[in-house]
């Protein structure tokens, strides 16, 4: 027998075997159909073997990084992971080769399983979303077509079915304060909410109507019991006691290393990224190197994770798992808190920070942090960009005159002036500021204020305030 003519027979067979069992199948609904005496027929269950105790949802492959010292102590407690990515990071750097774009992204896809894989994660799964460099957001958001990504990461909850959610805290700070991150996060978190609810997305909860069905999942719906959140911010002071601190200078149990290093490595598999990297650690003692990882910049000395939410009660400080059990849980929908009573004409900043705001309400997340006044950080020699909403609830057309104060050295280029607004209307404005070029006489920590000035017929109806600091290099508003 030639090879390929023994590959046709082992071919033959299992579609003959197949074929076979499904027969038994019809045969045995048939009898039951019949009121016939037959063997009960099992009735297809979930798929166990992508049923995970935590499921990580980031932006970017090397975004794990963030909680790889975590994710290794918790499997060696026999916790179960998957992991979601947002992207492939087609827009990030290469430091290996010449690819770019679509290539890039498909390169570090491979890289991400390859260190997923070292961890002893195999369940990784890509959504469809843009790479996209801005801090904003709304721009990730909108690049990611959300309400499909949306819809794909419900179908990955509701078939992974993790306990517990863990992704970026949606939130803008000065920090690398990528838009994309918080995109992850404001997915995971809308995903929380939603894959436990019979009636948000119900196509993948519909049984299916055909042997081989080709548009209904047949998942159930799935309410996770915890939501925590990491932080990519350069201030760690205002999270300090919102959610528990693990340290990554323990020893693995089942490899016997720290986890920071079982975390570095991780990233160092990521060699697109980390090349450069890779090799100024060359010849470096582990004493030397631990304190590099832990203690100057890259890891502090404890992974610390922001509660979002526990459905299962615990103190905010507990362990992830603390009252976390096997036991699935009945869907829990956000309890949305009010929206604060605001005068009848009146001015506020808007984009990603007025969808924060609504963001938090609307998600049961009025306790996460969040900076006073809302602040960021911008290149020297850009255009900073405040967004407004103005809201004009009075029943006659309105007159407002926007002014802005901005310190030495600004230059504000457009947005000032006297404008009209409709009666009951909500309306966009922009105030546009020139950035110095340089950062040479900034404040010492780098802040600066600006304020924008609302009035109409002579009074005050509301000013905005944001803290900008200025760097040599950051990502675009």
């Known amino acids: 027998m030639t090879r390929w003519s023994g590959l046709a027979l082992s071919l ?16 045995q609904e048939s009898k039951a159909a019949q009121g016939e005496t037959a063997t009960a027929v099992p009735l297809r269950a979930p798929d166990e073997r992508y049923k995970v105790d935590i499921l990580l949802v980031v932006a970017h ?41 679509a290539a890039l992204g498909a390169i570090r896809e491979i890289e991400a399983r390859r260190a997923l894989a070292q961890l002893g994660i195999a369940e990784v799964w890509f959504l469809d979303g843009k790479d996209t460099a801005s801090q904003n957001v709304l721009q990730s958001l909108s690049n990611w077509n959300h309400g499909e990504t949306l819809q794909q990461l419900v179908r990955l909850m509701r078939l992974t079915r993790p306990e517990v959610v863990l992704t970026f805290l949606p939130g803008t700070f000065i920090g690398e304060d990528h838009g994309d991150h918080q995109a992850s996060g404001v997915l995971a978190t809308e995903a929380f909410d939603m894959s436990g609810d019979p009636v948000a997305f119900p196509e993948q909860l519909a049984g299916a109507t055909k042997r081989l069905e080709p548009l209904l999942d047949n998942l159930r719906p799935w309410q996770s019991k915890k939501l925590y959140y990491f932080v990519d911010a350069d201030k760690e002071e205002v999270f300090r006691g919102l959610g528990p601190a693990y340290s ?52 502090s000395d404890s992974l610390r994770f ?19 059990s096997s036991e699935p849980i009945a869907f829990s929908r956000p309890e949305v808190a009010p929206q604060p009573q605001a005068p009848e004409l009146s001015v506020e900043l808007g984009g990603p920070w007025s969808f924060y705001a609504d963001f938090r309400r609307a998600h049961g997340l009025i306790q996460l942090p969040h900076p006073e006044p809302p602040e960021t950080a911008l290149q020297v020699g850009t ?43 909500t309306a966009a404005a922009r105030v ?12 010492k920590n780098g802040l600066q204020e600006i304020t924008v000035h609302a009035k109409s017929g002579g009074r005050s109806i509301g000013d905005v305030k944001l803290r900008v600091e200025l760097r040599k290099r950051a990502l675009p508003q």
């Open 12 to 27: 033959f067979l299992s579609v003959t075997m197949a074929t076979q069992i499904c027969g038994d199948v019809a045969a």
């Open 61 to 101: 492959p090397d975004d794990e990084g963030a909680a790889t010292a975590y994710l290794a102590r918790a499997m060696d407690e026999g916790k179960r992971v998957a992991v979601v990515y947002g992207t492939r990071g087609s827009s990030g750097a290469n430091e290996v080769g010449a690819e770019q774009a």
């Open 248 to 299: 990554v200078k323990e020893l693995s149990k089942s490899n016997k290393h720290a986890y920071w290093r079982i975390a570095l490595d991780g990233f160092l598999a990521h060699e697109t990224q980390s090349r450069f990297m890779a090799e100024s650690l060359k010849g470096m003692s582990d004493a030397a190197l631990e304190k590099l990882m832990t203690t100057e910049g890259y890891w």
């Open 306 to 324: 922001v509660r979002g939410k526990s459905l299962v009660g615990g103190s905010a400080t507990g362990d992830v798992f603390e009252n976390v």
């Open 383 to 425: 255009t900073l960009m405040i967004p407004l909403w103005v809201r004009n609830e009075t029943s006659s057309a309105q007159e407002i005159t926007l002014s802005a104060e901005v310190p030495s050295g600004w230059t504000v280029q457009s947005g000032e002036g006297k404008f009209s607004i409709g009666a009951k209307q």
């Open 432 to 443: 546009e500021v020139g950035l110095p070029a340089s950062i040479d006489g900034a404040k």
